[in-house]
């Protein structure tokens, strides 16, 4: 029989055995875990029921104690392409825009559906990343109010609608290009057209900015720019927008991070608030710590402005962006130069050589 001396030493061995084990135990799903620690707290004693509380608030503390590792482990997020790589990404974004003066309502909806790759055209000493981002085909569909709806297929149709046209100037070319820090800070980005990707609410950066060091799961981080805007009487205004970041959880070496968009700026007038409907943005982002890659993003939009151009207006702006990256062309690691030994060749038989192969260095 075990007494309360002994089980309390069995118990902190336990403890020190889940300090030893936390990295592993990071790996696997919490829930598994409360079950098997409260496994290894039980005894012999409980069948008697002369120690059961003891027991309980033991593997409690045991419990307490493993979830709180678990918790203090910490993820780098890193961008990690190399010159030459080649990213594609299909987007799928929808709005529609609800407008109303008085007694004269409309609505705009429109779906597009193109797709960008991505160039990678350097890679620095410090780590900034460089890359082109072109649009290589799109599908749209427009519709305002009850007139017909308006297709456009860029591999089908040869000449594009008027109010698609711009789309089709910019297909097979550069639209814009970026330079970031390998945690996504944006070192200088330039647009060849009046067109940008929009993503994340603030700006219009492709990508996300992580912090610089490590950090574990429910760990928040802000990031701010700003917009300009007028307001009800034609002043120009700058406003700033925060977007925060939260590292939700971490699965099978992906992070999950959700964010949300708020106007920092206080006493804005609705005039002011129509123009920025659209940098307020929410949804979550998947990134591939191993990788070093965004994987998959959904972004959200629902703004009602009401009084923006008099009192009897009305605006409701709702948007929906997916985007999945759907091909990586990653550029092969220098396989290592093969040396050859040289050998004396025999009378009367042909020269041979032998490959000595290198190992490659991790």
Known sequence: MVNRMQLKSILVALAITAVTLSGVVAQSD?????????????????????????????????????????????????????????????????????????TASDKTSTRARPEFKWTVQNVDSRGTIRFDIEMEKIKVLEQKGESDPINYDSEKDKEAPGTCLPYQERLGRVCSTYSISPNGQVVNKKSNYDYQIKLGGVGDNP????????????????????????????????????????????VDGKAHVTFTTNVMTPHIDETTRSQVVTHMARGFIVFDIAKGLITNRETRWDERVIG??????????????????????????????????????VPGEEQRTRTLLQPLKK
């Open 207 to 250: 990508v996300i900015a992580f912090p610089n060091e490590p950090i574990p799961v429910g760990h928040k981080w802000d990031v701010t720019d700003t917009v300009k805007a007028r307001d009800e009487y034609g002043s120009n205004q700058q406003l700033k927008l925060r977007v925060r970041y939260v590292l939700e959880k971490v």
């Open 308 to 345: 923006y151009q008099g009192p009897e207006s009305y605006m409701h702006y709702t948007a929906f962006r997916k985007e999945l990256l759907v091909q990586e062309e990653k550029v092969a690691v220098a396989a290592p130069v093969a040396k050859v030994a040289k050998k004396n060749p």
């Open 30 to 102: 919490p829930q598994d875990d409360q079950q098997t620690t409260v496994q290894q707290a039980k005894s012999p004693q409980e069948d008697s029921g002369s120690t059961s509380d003891t027991d309980s608030d033991f593997a409690a503390q045991i419990d307490k104690f493993t979830k709180r590792k678990i918790g203090q482990q910490k993820y780098s997020l890193n961008y990690k392409l190399k010159k030459g790589d080649v990213i594609r990404w299909q987007h799928d974004h929808r709005t529609v825009v609800e407008t109303r003066f008085g």
